[in-house]
């Protein structure tokens, strides 16, 4: 993979870091002398930065799978393009889980080009970086997939009791994507940790490749890492 993940701040204000193989010790914030994703003020009339991961990591593991985390989600869209064209029979590899506090779905009028899943797909790496750069964002990315037939056998998972009872056969075990939103284990969203990692490591098991996105939008970003060190 041509690694345009590298460090920039365009004019309108996007930013991707670098992505890098590595371990879970890996995962880690920017320095506070960097650019913050966001700031809060707080009750004492002050401001709360929040930071990006420092990089996106391609997790080592034993069985070579691909696991990928990264801060914003719709980088997620990236990286299934990027794993199904480089895995002939793409057909059979279609299948979506997504876990997240929200859909994922909005409307996006913005169209991901068949073109780009064809024999010649290497040839536009380019354009589908900017795809997901400039024309999606997290809460749109996965209508374009859908769309352009990228994934498709879609499942979405939102509520501890949606996730508990997910039947895997419903996939007919067929290979899939699990793509996690850590928000999904916002304070808010009341998940119980113990009742559901153990299910929660089936799903990453049995996965083609496994997208994992921090959100520092939606949740504190340190306890994004505790969640998916412990996770994984």
Known sequence: MSN???????????????????????????????????????????????YW????????????????????????????????????????RKGLIHIDQHTDRRENQNIFDKKWMNRDWNNYEREVFDFVQRKTEVGNFITPALDSVLVSDYHEIRSEYQFNHFDINLLDGKPYILDIDLDFRAEEMGISFKKTVEKLKSLIEKAEIITIATSPYFLDQKVAIELLIEAL
């Open 4 to 50: 345009f993940y590298s460090w920039f701040y365009g004019d309108d204000g996007l930013r991707v870091a670098p992505l890098k193989k590595g371990k879970k010790a890996d995962i880690k914030l920017q320095s506070d002398s960097a650019k913050p994703a966001f700031k809060v003020e707080n009750e004492g009339g002050g401001w709360d930065f929040f």
């Open 53 to 92: 991961l420092e990089n996106f990591i391609q997790l080592k593991n034993e069985r070579w799978k691909p696991i990928y985390v990264f801060d914003n989600h719709n980088h997620a869209l990236r990286f299934w393009w990027n794993f199904l064209n480089n895995w002939q029979g793409q057909a059979s």
